[in-house]
């Protein structure tokens, strides 16, 4: 692992765009106007599921103001290129989901859109749609496929059928996790340009400006020269501008291809939260044998996942849901299948955790169920069942690192005042009236992609001297709020022992920079920064090679340098490809061997209080404690977290999406409740440093570890308080209400060894 | 090309905006935040909603902390407006701007000036706040990315500053 020498790396410095968004002088999609430009609006189906007979155009507009298009207008292949290129652009003739696009319209004045959008009614005949996970398991109808189901996973380890009859205790338990909105600030838009002779160019807000380049050029029938994609300021994604971009890109190209003239569309906020991607729900069954004193002996588990009418991500999330499903803990044995189904809602897809979330929130609350049966408390229950350096994962990855997991709840529930508190609640909560309660998790997150995607990714990172003695990095990984570009100036910065104020970053813009694949899975401070310590390496030896750079420079020498070598050779460039860390195993068949090349560890801690005159369940106090590697950046590092916990509290207590014939009632943000500045409690970050031999100066991924936790240590605060097992999020107060009211039909099982055979 | 409303329908409007008088030619209606951004080509203002929810379009008018995207041109008539271009002076960044920076109260900037705008109103009413008071002084403005609590700091530090200048 390299050191930081100039102790950039590690330092909490200016970020890069910082001033922009402070003075509003960022230019985010929606600020960029173009000459001649038109605004386009989308007509959707608004039927779960139809053939479409035909399309009627009321009298009453006058439509030779309108620039319109359908799928015959598609130059290239109708599909929006991903995985499986199953989901179309525009419908033609099938309607799949009520949100389907069908008819794209443009017009000058955006303020006549929203009219002509209502004068254009889809005529559909329907057809018989499914809304659950269950219908679509039942395959009365058949909506996708030959059996509704999008992919399929299976983990064995050990022999797990033989562990029944030696168990002591059998514990099983039903869980389920809802869909979830991003509610990024900003909607999702795009302006798209077309030239007969340069193609097609794309400016929006997005994550993967390669994913958009490839669903382009499919879509539009063009070279890969012919497509340019451009992100701009992009406020704020959690995943929900991984895939739909492509859509919205498409949309805007087809338009701006069929007008000859520049088109912009930006959803509104009702449109960006009804039809465009969710976190995927979720149900998780758990059967789990366990010897007398509480070890677990194996266990079964059984996951399905919503994936909505088309496939999109579905199987990555899967994957990721999949091999997190048995948290930090080592199971002897365990069998694991999996599958992802379909339902006739909007596709569901990438959001912050990427189906760990779900898992792990099954997993977590199974612990305490678990505990509560072997007759355990919650924290010696964990501590006997902890992963241990040696020992290996439920896809038999040895654990190499000095992880001491029990370390990290000691700590977590030092920092909480657990034991003190619990018992002062559990006197306290005989006579209040609002009951408090302590609840944790444990729980790991893999950074990078999953098993062999790294090295299919292939991501390639670029460095560039300039005339002005700076270096500029190039990559496809995007800015979003997260902090990549200042992080990725640390490690160049770090790397060449010159200022960070002497690192800039291209703006993503698929003409200029190398693919570094798509911004997601919390690989960039990881993957994509190693590779540009590696492209800063190559450029100070190229400058060394070259005779005009010493061994040992001051940064102003390397700034001449490189000033010196742009003005004789022209371009001082380096280029870095990724290569796998050695050692590295993965069957991507038997789904076994090394998922991820880092995990991070953590343990949170939630106290709740429940107010039983509202029914009202508040976090009151957070510990998130979490070893991440090196924190590359202390202030961006606590604001991932913080943020992260967050955005899970929603997850837990506030977020419910309400569906009606796969459609989301509550598109606002008047009726779908994030949580605002009064909602949050003291959120405590507490960082551990291990570090990672295969991340830039011992870097892991951080991003979406903090989603993955504090669902399940809430809801098991929330039963600590209330003494009622609550296994489904969120936990909204009528939730509780109904669930304390009907507590009397009792969900644990709890089957004596014998009995269960 | 039909418009919604006939040409005659708009009115002449004028205000100040961050210290400039301003005049436009507008239908009354018109939401305040299409003149800012789209008019007058202030875009730093933003909209995250449409629906005065999230309070990303914040600005002050006559003083007062308002969502521009419920405010109707009209309305605007002869009122003094701040919005986020009018804070920095010279270069020199707002005390709020400057601690926004330092704190990580800024992740990807979209809620960001309508949440500095917040503040500044917060400061204005009441120049030391308790935490409470800044939790209770912002809970108009959605943040999605920090949970708030750098934004808390950022509020803070800033009145630590002005005390100390």
Not at chain 2, 104 to 112: E, V, W
Request: with cysteine; net charge negative; proline share 6%.
């Amino acid at each position: 692992m390299a050191r930081s020498d100039y102790g950039i790396v590690g330092t909490s410095v200016p970020r890069k765009e910082g001033r922009d968004k402070v003075t509003g002088t960022a230019r985010y999609v929606d600020d960029i106007r173009m000459p001649k430009m038109l605004y386009g609006a989308t007509v959707r189906s608004k039927v779960p599921r139809g053939k479409i007979k035909g399309i009627f155009f009321s009298p009453d507009i006058d439509w030779d103001e309108y620039i319109i298009a359908t799928a015959e207008d598609i130059p290239g292949k109708n599909c929006i290129a991903l995985i499986l290129d199953d989901q179309p652009c525009l419908a033609d003739g099938v309607i799949n989901h009520p949100e389907e696009p069908v008819v794209l319209l443009a017009h000058p004045d955006k303020h006549q859109l929203a009219k002509a959008v209502e004068a254009v009614v889809v005529e559909t005949d329907p057809l018989p749609a499914i809304y659950s996970m269950e219908e679509s398991e039942r395959k009365k109808e058949i909506i996708w496929g030959t059996d509704n189901i999008f992919k399929t996973f299976l983990i064995e380890k050990g022999a797990v059928d033989q562990v029944w009859g030696q168990a002591d205790f059998i514990v099983e338990g039903e869980y389920f996790t809802g869909a979830q909105e991003h509610l990024y600030i900003e909607n999702n838009g795009m302006i798209a340009v077309f030239d007969p002779i340069a193609g097609i160019t794309v400016w929006g807000s997005l994550q993967c400006p390669f994913y958009v380049h490839k669903a382009l050029m499919v879509l539009c029938g063009l070279t890969e020269d012919k497509v340019r994609v451009v992100q701009t300021e992009t406020g704020g994604a959690f995943g929900g501008k991984e895939e739909y971009p492509s859509m919205i890109a498409g949309h805007a190209a087809i338009l701006a291809m069929k007008a000859g003239r520049p088109v912009k569309i930006v959803y509104d906020r009702l449109e960006d939260m009804v039809a465009t991607t969710k976190r995927h729900p979720s149900r998780t069954r758990h059967r789990t044998a366990l010897s007398r004193d509480g070890r677990i002996l194996g266990g079964e588990i059984d996951l399905t996942i919503d994936g909505g009418a088309y496939a999109t991500l579905s199987s990555v999330v899967l994957s990721r849901a999949t091999i997190h499903s048995g948290g930090p803990y080592f199971w002897p044995s365990i069998r694991i299948r999996s599958k992802a189904v379909a339902t006739n809602a909007p596709p569901h897809g990438a959001f912050r955790g990427f189906g760990a979330p779900q898992s792990l929130f099954a997993i977590e609350r199974h612990m305490d169920r678990i505990a509560k049966a072997v007759g355990l408390s919650p924290v010696e229950l964990r501590r006997r069942n902890f992963l241990q350096p040696g020992q290996t994962t439920t896809t038999e990855q040895v654990i190499r690192e000095p992880i001491n997991l029990s370390a990290l709840l000691d700590k977590s529930l030092a920092h909480a005042g657990y034991e003190e508190k619990k018992k002062n609640f559990s006197l306290e909560n005989k006579t209040s009236h609002v009951k408090r309660g302590m609840g944790i998790a444990a729980f790991l997150h893999g950074a990078g992609f999953t098993g062999s995607g790294e090295r299919y990714l292939d991501s390639v990172v670029g460095l560039e001297g300039t005339a002005d003695g700076k270096v500029r990095i190039l990559v496809s990984s995007t800015e979003f709020g997260q902090g990549t570009n200042t992080v990725l100036c640390q490690i160049a910065a770090e790397t060449l022992g010159i200022p960070y104020e002497c690192v800039t970053i291209a703006q993503p813009d698929t003409t200029t920079v190398p693919n570094s694949g798509p911004t997601v899975a919390s690989r960039t401070a990881m993957v994509i920064g190693n590779l540009v310590r590696s492209a800063a390496i190559g450029l100070k030896q190229t400058l060394q090679l070259d005779g005009i750079l010493d061994q040992r420079y001051t940064p102003e020498k390397f700034a001449n340098a490189c000033r010196n070598y742009v003005e004789e050779k022209g371009v001082l460039r380096a280029l870095a490809r990724y290569t796998a860390p050695e050692g590295i195993y993965w069957d991507d068949v038997k789904y076994k061997g090394e998922a991820y090349a880092a995990y991070a560890w953590a343990v949170y801690v939630a106290e709740v209080s429940v107010d039983l005159t509202t029914y009202a369940a508040k976090v009151e106090d957070f510990i998130a404690l979490q070893e991440i590697g090196k924190v590359m950046h202390p202030v961006l590092a606590k604001g991932q977290i913080i943020g992260g916990v967050a955005q899970a509290i929603g997850l837990a207590l506030y977020e419910k999406v309400l569906w009606q014939d796969g459609r989301m009632l509550n598109g606002q943000m008047t009726n779908y409740i994030i949580p605002a500045s009064c909602d949050l409690p003291s959120i405590r970050v507490i960082f551990e440093e291990i570090g990672n031999p295969h991340g830039a100066y011992g870097a892991k991924g951080i991003g979406e570890l903090p989603m993955d936790g504090p669902a399940p240590a809430i809801v098991n605060a929330v039963v600590d308080a209330l003494g009622v097992p609550f296994d489904s999020i969120p936990l909204l107060p009528e939730d509780i209400l109904e669930a304390m009211v009907s507590h009397s039909i009792a969900k644990t099982v709890v089957v004596p060894a014998e009995s269960a055979r | 090309m039909t418009p919604l409303l006939p040409d005659h329908a708009k009115q002449e409007i004028s205000f100040t905006v961050n210290g400039v008088p301003r005049s436009i030619h507008a239908y009354p209606m018109a939401r305040l935040l299409d003149i800012l951004r789209e008019e007058l080509e202030l875009p730093g203002t933003k909209e995250g909603c449409g629906e005065g929810e999230c309070g990303s379009c914040s600005i002050l008018m006559d003083g007062v902390l308002v969502n521009s995207c419920l405010i109707p041109a009209l309305q605007a008539q002869g009122s003094t407006i701040v919005t986020i271009e009018g804070l920095a002076k010279d270069d020199r960044l707002h005390p709020l701007q400057q601690a926004f920076l330092e704190c990580g109260a800024a992740q990807c900037g979209i809620c960001t000036p309508g949440m500095i705008l917040a503040a500044v109103h917060l400061l204005e009413k009441i120049p030391r706040p308790s935490l409470e008071q800044i939790r209770e002084g912002l809970s108009g403005n959605l943040c999605r990315c920090t949970g708030y609590l750098q934004i808390f700091d950022a509020v803070a530090k800033a009145c630590r500053n002005e005390v100390a200048e």
